[in-house]
């Protein structure tokens, strides 16, 4: 008796847990831009700090508390503590900032030139033979800018906190998945790794193009499964330990079988099939339009956008339906990604100019506002009822209203970060070789973002790992705030040591 007891109270509080994560309807997107708004803020008080101060040159644990608290605990504190006034987080931020900047600035550090120490041995463990190690090696075509670390670093802490932070009370609803139609932080999180993902895929196809070869097709469809296998037998370890643990799953949200492991499986075959089709269509966001437009052509003028919802679940494929479908939409979403990619990598926008580093990033920062404002009008004239098509976002179906959003937000991220770098940490564009850029950009970017940004992939896999085991062994619906706000300081402060302790022995996870 007490067995079947036992058994009935973990089914009836997995479906509690089913159903906390079902049927909601999401929040504004007014909203979701002032939660994420924090991350930004938050940083700018640290570079004013490390710009105006040197504070986080002397790598002291103060220094790496800040840091902590800055990049990682103040997007917490936005989605969680102060979901409801994010506005006055970004205050709070912003007050100290203007008073760090109004100090007298003393750059220990920055500008000090000092004898070169010898490299220790994290640094040189695992280093390859064309590492730069002495100075006037010549600048390479393609850089590492401190933006896009920002920008990838404070994406993977925001996606990993919120993976975690869902399953408790203290996460407002509203920024938990919606169920077909609207908008949420959470649905922002998906669409954004992928569009993410989608910048560092350009990064090999811009070497290709610098040293002027091609790679045939068979050779792209090789490549591209070697980086699609780890991610499908993630994809089939996660479904085997889901179904066998009875663990709660959204059901709607992928399908029954389908997972977000085999959304990013599958991706790259595709995106070297596409490069085909680069000879018709010569732009990877042009091509990214082209294939939501007729997507969402065939949710209009078919039946599959009911299928899709209300079909039922007889076999395989309708089992499935969700991943497989809103797969065009990621898709698109990753090509929108690569675009940007192809011209925020490169050193230089215009390399045949001759123009100045100034000019040149004011030319980056003209075309990167350009691309915001574009892939914003085109949200709104796809979601606008008076002048538009009047669509609703749907991550479930990812229609072509959640591929211009993801697009819109991601641009407009990517701006914000490039200007934040440009105003405190314009020396990083005037650095003569390979050895004093790199100096600049570890001096332009956090410790925390750049261990982020190092193992990505593998820190996403561990941070669901962990979500997997705390809620095995906590009922996260009966802890109170202090105790969740507990819970997740912890796990976000574990997560991000592994990070750097990674990143300070030299270890890179490739998967």
Not at 224 to 230: C, D, F, G, K, T
Not at 238 to 264: C, M
Not at 438 to 463: K, P, Q
Request: proline share 5%; hydrophobic share 50%; net charge positive.
């Amino acid at each position: 008796m007490a067995t079947d007891a036992g058994a009935t109270s973990a089914t009836s509080y997995k479906q509690l847990k089913e159903d906390f994560v079902s049927n909601l309807s999401g929040g504004s997107i007014s909203e979701i831009n002032y939660v994420t708004a924090v991350g930004p803020v938050a940083f700018i008080l640290w570079s004013v700090l490390q710009s105006r101060q040197s504070f986080f040159a002397s790598r002291k644990p103060v220094s790496f508390l800040v840091d902590l608290v800055l990049n990682v605990l103040a997007p917490l504190l936005g989605m969680t503590l102060y979901s409801n006034t994010p506005l006055l987080l970004c205050g709070l931020f912003l007050a100290p900032a203007v008073f760090v900047y109004a100090l007298r600035p003393n750059p220990i550090g920055l500008k000090a030139k000092r004898k070169p120490m010898p490299p220790t041995v994290s640094q040189t463990r695992g280093r390859s033979a064309d590492t730069p190690n002495i100075p006037n090696t010549p600048l390479s075509a393609l850089s590492t800018k401190p933006f896009l670390t920002m920008y990838r670093g404070s994406l993977l802490v925001l996606t990993c906190l919120g993976i975690l932070a869902v399953d408790f009370r203290i996460f407002p609803r509203r920024f938990a998945k919606v169920e077909t139609w609207g908008t949420s932080l959470m649905d922002l999180g998906v669409g954004s790794f992928v569009f993410s993902a989608g910048i560092v895929a350009a990064r090999p196809l811009l070497r290709e193009r610098a040293e002027g070869r091609a790679t045939p097709l068979l050779q792209r469809l090789i490549y591209s499964m070697r980086h699609s296998l780890p991610l499908l037998v993630l994809g089939i370890a996660r479904l085997i330990s889901v179904k066998g643990l009875d663990y709660a799953e959204h059901v709607s949200e992928y399908g029954v079988h389908w997972n977000f492991f085999f959304t990013l499986g599958l991706l790259p075959p595709f995106v070297a099939v596409s490069q085909s089709v680069l000879k018709v269509i010569p732009s990877y966001a042009a091509l990214a339009i082209v294939l939501s437009v007729a997507y969402q052509a065939i949710l209009e003028s078919t039946s599959l956008k009911a299928f899709i919802l209300t079909a039922p679940r007889t076999d395989l494929f309708s089992m499935n339906r969700e991943g497989v479908c809103s797969f065009v939409g990621y898709l698109a979403i990753f090509l929108a990604g690569q675009d940007m990619g192809m011209f925020i990598l490169p050193r230089s926008i215009n390399p045949s100019s001759r123009s100045n580093n100034s000019a040149q990033r004011t030319a980056l920062l003209s075309r990167m506002g350009v691309w915001a404002a574009a892939w914003s009008i085109f949200y709104f004239l796809s979601t606008n009822f008076k002048y538009g098509a009047g669509l609703d976002v749907s991550r479930r179906l990812a229609n072509l209203p959640y591929v211009l959003w993801i697009a819109a937000y991601n641009s407009a991220q990517l701006l914000a970060c490039c200007l934040i770098e440009t105003i405190f940490f314009p020396a990083f564009y005037n650095s003569a070789d390979l050895r004093t850029e790199r100096e600049a950009y570890e001096a332009a970017t956090s410790t925390i973002f750049r261990a982020y940004n190092r193992n990505g992939l593998a820190l996403f896999l561990v941070a669901n790992l962990m979500t997997g085991l705390i809620n095995m062994t906590v009922p996260t619906l009966d802890v109170g705030p202090a105790g969740s706000m507990g819970i997740l300081v912890g796990y976000a402060s574990i997560l991000t040591a592994l990070a750097v302790a990674l990143d300070a022995w030299n270890l890179s996870i490739k998967l």
